[in-house]
């Protein structure tokens, strides 16, 4: 409650202190009208080289460092939570959350770091929680398949974090943070219960050299919700993450090095047996260290080429201890799997080069390597994957106004039957300066991942075997998009941008029972389907704004094909999850504050589910997970030319868990009839400063 009370009054003493705050300082702060147009953007996933947004042939959304910051969020998932389309998965018991990107699931999402892939243990995709969000410059997201450009994963799309880099100028400064914040009700200072977020970052550029260091922890307290001994719903995160960067930029050549290291600790605390006194607690330990090397050459005015280099070392300890409270003593535990250690390093090389034969051709031909090795007490041997491609595109401009980009890609796998031609078309129409057309098709695929092959797990509530006669899964998708730039005159700006899309599957990897036991294992579905459509709007107008979208999206039924079940009990071919969201951001410039206000209503998500009935029949039971609303409200003020305070209040209408009516959980981990989506209303407090030398 104190708590809440401080922040209450900070609140309006930024709103209402220091007037002499001038509007150059709301512009430094990057909030200000000054930004808010987006159609000069410069964008770089899947592009040959950085251009405008309004110029690439993919509809790419952008999330910029101003937004992260006006957000206060000190991860990723926080940033992306109210996008449009974006779904988030919470496992508790893990300490996991996986994104769903259109309908699709994380496995069909590729992660970028600076266009490098990053690993994951499997199909969830952790890593989007364990990168430092202070280190971003912005996030570009490109929906649809971009398997010619980026291989395996990217079905449903790709989330491309960029870092921040030289920008050209000589500069040395010093970034420091503090934020503060409850989670629900839970709250103590700086450690413990609630979350803290400390970072320190510095950076130094000066003729054409550049570097970069930062280090972050992040210490998630847990929630208990409604239990009451040692054990919590939301289990404690503790995470140290610390990145640093050199390179050079002259002339024709930039080069650099990154390294990103992480060390996490997820604490799952037992409830005591108060028989024996004891109990059971387990801490899964992480370790990510992320290497990559990226150089570019221009070698002429019509010729570039570019290779990025990296390597990943990912390890994952579970140390399971069992505590005696009656003698003070801690032992380890001999159960299987109590003491697991799983590893997993990845080789990653990817070369291009960009040639522009005359103004109405380009082309990029490319190659790719990567070898994924893992071993562990849960994994069958040693095993290694290495995948050999080979890909190339070309961008035609018969005439002003259109562009087309057809592209193909070879692989050769040393494991499983990769597709072995994976073809691509991407066409944008400039129907006219404000409308603009953009239509593709595009095959993709994912490789079955070393977890669903050789992974094993079997515990008291698990029986899950890994398959090794799995195959790539691949799908055929054709997205549209319309942009029209409906007002762009002085002070006013209107943007509006519909898109459609439509992807089927073959092989879709998922769970099924092993024939007659009770194990489960991996196997290749016949049939996904995903569809729908969204429609966004921006208005930018003097110090405001504001945002608005909508979207439908249909997930495919697999009960409609079935023979068992469609002639006696039909079900629709899709069943439909409507969203809406809504950013609005005002700038008051004479007392030096911006204000946010961002929500996303997210509708029932149905689906179908066979069912046993009393007397042995099958039939097929209607399920659905509940409807809920989020919103956000967020206030930052500039205090000074260094310092500047952000404050507000996350999940404003309290969501906790929401009611699943399945019979039988299908998710692992799940608790039954609640899927846990957030820990209810929290509220922040965050201090902010930076020092430049120019």
Known sequence: ???????????????????????????????????????????????????????????????????????????????????????????????????????????????????VPLVDRGSTRQSLAQIDVHSIERIEIVEGPMSVVYGTDALAGVINIITKKYNGNKQLSVNASVQEETVGNEYAAFDGKGQHNASLGLRWSDHGYFGSAGITRNNFGGWSDTLTGRAKAWHPKDQLMTYGTVGIDRKNIKAWYRLDYLDEDLAAKGDINYDNGKATDAHYLTKRYTHQAQAMWQVNDDLSVNGALSYQDYSRHTRTTIKDFTNGTETLSTAEGSQDVTKYNAVFFRGTAQYTVNAHLSFQPGVEYSRDASSGQRIEGTPNISNYSIFASAELKPSKGINIRPGV??????????PPVIPSLNVKFALSKTLDLRLSYARGFRAPALRELYFNFFDASHSIKGNTNLKAEYSNSFTGSLSWQAIQSGAVQVNVTATGFYNDFDNMIDYAYVANSDTMTYVNISKFKTTGGTLMGKLNWKNLEAGVGVAYIGRYNKFSDDDAYKAEDPTPTFVWTPEVNGNLTYSLSKVGTTLNLSYKYTGVRPAYEAATATDGSTYLHRVKSAAYNMADFTVMKRVNKQVNVNAGVRNVFNVKNISNSTLNSGVTHSAGTQLPMWYGRSYFLGVNFTWNRK
């Open 1 to 115: 409650m104190k708590f809440r009370v401080i922040l209450l009054a900070l609140l309006f003493a930024c709103l209402y202190e220091s007037r002499a705050q001038v509007k150059e300082e709301v512009d430094s702060m990057g909030l200000g009208r000054k930004n808010s147009v987006q159609l000069n953007d410069v964008v770089v996933t899947g592009q040959y080289a950085p251009q405008s947004l309004k110029q690439s042939v993919y509809q790419v959304r952008t999330i910029t460092a101003d937004y992260i910051k006006m957000r206060g969020a000190t991860s990723i998932l926080g940033v992306l939570d109210n996008q449009l389309g974006i779904r988030f998965s919470n496992d508790n018991t893990l300490g996991e959350t996986d994104v769903e990107l259109m309908g699709m699931s994380g496995a069909e999402v590729k992660i970028l770091l600076d266009g």
């Open 409 to 418: 890609r070879f692989s050769k796998n040393s494991i499983y039957d990769a």
